[in-house]
C-alpha cells in the first residue's frame, strides 16, 4: 500500500489551493483526481463564461495577469488558468486515480481505496467540490420516456439536444444561463421558476462583485445563516456572457423565455406546475432589497460612496399552470446540487444533508480529516475562486500542527 503524508482528494481550484500552500511548507502530500484538473469547470457547457469577474481568479501566489480583469474568460481559459496554477508549482497530482472509499487504518491514519490501489495517509483533506451530485426533484422520473431528461453537466450546447421545445426546471444561476443559451440559439424555453436571490451585473459601471467585495458579504460566516439548509439556496441570479449582463426572471422574460411556477407533477403528456411565480420573484426582489440595504449601510462606513440601486419595476405574474409536452424534446434539470462525502467516505462526519461536520475546515468527528472547498465552509467565498486561497492556508496550519489527538489517528467508527 503506498503511503503518503497528506493526502488531497480532487484537482479543482481548491486541492491546488492547498497543495501551493502545503507546497511551499515542505510538506509531503499527494493529489489525486479522478479525472483531469480543472475536471468541473471543463464538464460545464460550450458557452459557460466565467460569473464572478477575472479579477477574482486569484488562487494563493498566482493573480490573474490578464489585461481584462473586469471581464469574463470562457471556460477554456478558466482551465488553462488552472492548469497554468498546477504547472507553477508541480503541483503533485496523480490524475486519473478515483477515490472510491475511505475508512480508518487498523495502524491509525486512513486507508483510501482507490482505482489505482489501496494508499494510507496519516492525514487526509477532501477537496471534492462545493457541488457534488446534481440533485434531482422526485418529479423528473415521471417525463415521458421518449423525452431527453438529463442534467446541466450533461448539457454542452442547445444543437446538441433533440429538436422541439425545452423545459429547464430550476432557476438558479445555472438554470437562467443554460435558458438564455437555448432561447439566443432559437429554441423555445420554459423555466420552472424557484426561489433564488437576483442582482444587477454592475452598479455606476462597476460590477457587482466589487461592490459586495467592499462590505462583509463574502465574509458571511456559516454560522450567521439562519438555518443549516440556507446553505443550498442558490447564488445570485447573474451571468458573465457576452461581457457580462443581468439575468434574473425579468431579462428572461424579455428575452421570451417562458417563466412557470415550480414544477409538480407531470401526468402523461402534461405538466403541472404551482402557482407560486409571484412569490418566487417576490422572494428574489426582498433578497435584493436586503443587499441593497446593506450596501447603503456598509459601503459610507467602508469610506465608499453609495451608487444609484435600481428599483425592479413591478412584475405581473400571470403564468401557465399547465403545458402540453407534446412538443416538447428535452428538459434539463438544474435544480442545484448536494454534497456526495457519504457515499464513499466511511465515517459519521456529515450533517444530515450531508455536509462536513466541521470547524475551521477540520472535521470535528474526525481527527485529521479536513476539507476545504465546500460552499460556506467557514465564510460565504470558501467555495469561490478568490476566498478559496484563505481557507487553504487555515488547512495547511491545522495538517502541520494538528491538535494533540489527531497524531493518534481517527476513531474507528
Ligand atoms: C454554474 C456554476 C458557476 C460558477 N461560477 C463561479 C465563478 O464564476 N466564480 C467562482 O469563483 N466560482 C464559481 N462557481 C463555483 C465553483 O465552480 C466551484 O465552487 C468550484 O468548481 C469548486 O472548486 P473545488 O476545487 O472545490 O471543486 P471542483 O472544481 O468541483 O473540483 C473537485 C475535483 O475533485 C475531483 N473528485 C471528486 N470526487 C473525487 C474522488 N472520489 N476521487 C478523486 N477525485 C475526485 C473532481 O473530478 C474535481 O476535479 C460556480 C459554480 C457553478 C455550479
Same mark, same amino acid.
Given at each position: ?15 491546488l ?5 502545503l507546497?511551499g511548507m ?5 493529489v489525486?483526481?479522478?479525472r483531469?484538473?480543472g ?20 488562487l ?11 471581464g469574463? !474568460?470562457?471556460?477554456? *481559459?478558466?482551465?488553462?488558468?488552472l492548469e497554468?496554477?498546477?504547472?507553477s508549482? #508541480?503541483?503533485?497530482?496523480q490524475?486519473?486515480v478515483? !477515490?472510491?472509499g ?9 486507508r483510501?481505496?482507490?482505482?489505482a ?7 487526509? !483533506? ?12 422526485s ?19 442547445p ?21 438564455e ?12 421558476c ?8 454592475r452598479?455606476?459601471g462597476l ?9 462583509t ?15 443550498l ?7 458573465? #456572457? ?14 421570451g423565455?417562458?417563466?412557470?411556477g415550480?414544477? *409538480? ?7 403541472? &406546475? ?19 440595504a446593506?450596501l ?8 465608499f ?10 412584475f405581473?405574474?400571470d403564468?401557465s399552470? *399547465?403545458?402540453d409536452?407534446?412538443? &416538447? ?17 466511511? &465515517?459519521?462526519? &456529515?450533517?444530515?444533508w450531508?455536509f ?5 475546515c477540520?472535521?470535528? !468527528? ?48
Amino acid at each position: 500500500m503506498a503511503d503518503s503524508q497528506v493526502v488531497i482528494v480532487g484537482a479543482g481550484q481548491a486541492g491546488l489551493a492547498l497543495s501551493h500552500e502545503l507546497t511551499g511548507m515542505g510538506v509531503d502530500h499527494v493529489v489525486l483526481e479522478r479525472r483531469r484538473i480543472g475536471e468541473t469547470w471543463r464538464r460545464r457547457w460550450d458557452s459557460f463564461c466565467l460569473v464572478t469577474p477575472n479579477w477574482t481568479m486569484d488562487l494563493p501566489g498566482f493573480p490573474y495577469a490578464g489585461d481584462d480583469p473586469q471581464g469574463f !474568460v470562457p471556460r477554456d *481559459e478558466i482551465v488553462a488558468y488552472l492548469e497554468r496554477y498546477a504547472a507553477s508549482f #508541480r503541483a503533485p497530482v496523480q490524475a486519473g486515480v478515483e !477515490v472510491q472509499g475511505m475508512e480508518a487504518a487498523a495502524g491509525g491514519g486512513f486507508r483510501l481505496r482507490t482505482s489505482a490501489g489501496d494508499v494510507h495517509a496519516r492525514q487526509v !483533506v477532501l477537496a471534492t467540490g462545493a457541488y457534488q451530485r446534481p440533485h434531482r426533484p422526485s418529479v423528473a422520473s415521471t417525463f415521458p420516456s421518449r423525452i431527453l431528461a438529463i442534467d446541466a453537466e450533461d448539457y454542452t450546447s442547445p444543437g446538441a439536444l433533440p429538436p422541439g421545445q425545452v423545459l429547464v426546471v430550476g432557476s438558479g444561476q445555472t438554470g437562467c444561463q443554460l435558458s438564455e443559451d437555448l432561447c439566443a440559439a432559437g429554441r423555445e424555453v420554459s423555466l420552472a421558476c424557484g426561489r433564488a436571490p437576483w442582482g444587477p451585473r454592475r452598479l455606476a459601471g462597476l460590477d457587482i462583485v466589487d461592490w459586495l467585495s467592499r462590505t462583509t458579504w463574502f465574509e458571511f460566516p456559516l454560522s450567521a445563516l439562519p438555518t443549516p439548509l440556507a446553505r443550498l439556496t442558490a447564488n445570485i441570479q447573474l451571468t458573465g #456572457r457576452n461581457g457580462g449582463h443581468d439575468l434574473h426572471y425579468r431579462v428572461l422574460r424579455a428575452m421570451g423565455v417562458r417563466l412557470l411556477g415550480h414544477l *409538480e407533477a407531470v401526468e402523461g403528456s402534461r405538466a403541472r &406546475f404551482a402557482p407560486d411565480l409571484a412569490q418566487s420573484v417576490a422572494f428574489g426582489d426582498q433578497r435584493y432589497a436586503e443587499m441593497c440595504a446593506m450596501l447603503r449601510k456598509q459601503l459610507p462606513a467602508a469610506g465608499f460612496d453609495v451608487p444609484e440601486l435600481p428599483v425592479p419595476p413591478p412584475f405581473v405574474a400571470d403564468p401557465s399552470l *399547465e403545458i402540453d409536452l407534446d412538443g &416538447f424534446g428535452a428538459v434539463i434539470f438544474t435544480a442545484g446540487f448536494r454534497p456526495d462525502y457519504a457515499r464513499w467516505v466511511h &465515517f459519521p462526519a &456529515f450533517d444530515p444533508w450531508g455536509f462536513p461536520l466541521a470547524v475551521d475546515c477540520a472535521s470535528t !468527528v474526525v481527527p485529521g480529516l479536513h476539507f476545504v472547498g465546500v460552499h460556506f465552509l467557514r465564510t460565504r467565498r470558501s467555495s469561490l475562486m478568490f476566498g478559496v486561497g484563505e481557507d487553504a492556508a487555515v488547512v495547511a496550519r491545522s495538517l502541520v500542527a494538528p491538535p494533540p489527538i489527531a497524531s493518534e489517528g481517527p476513531a474507528v467508527p
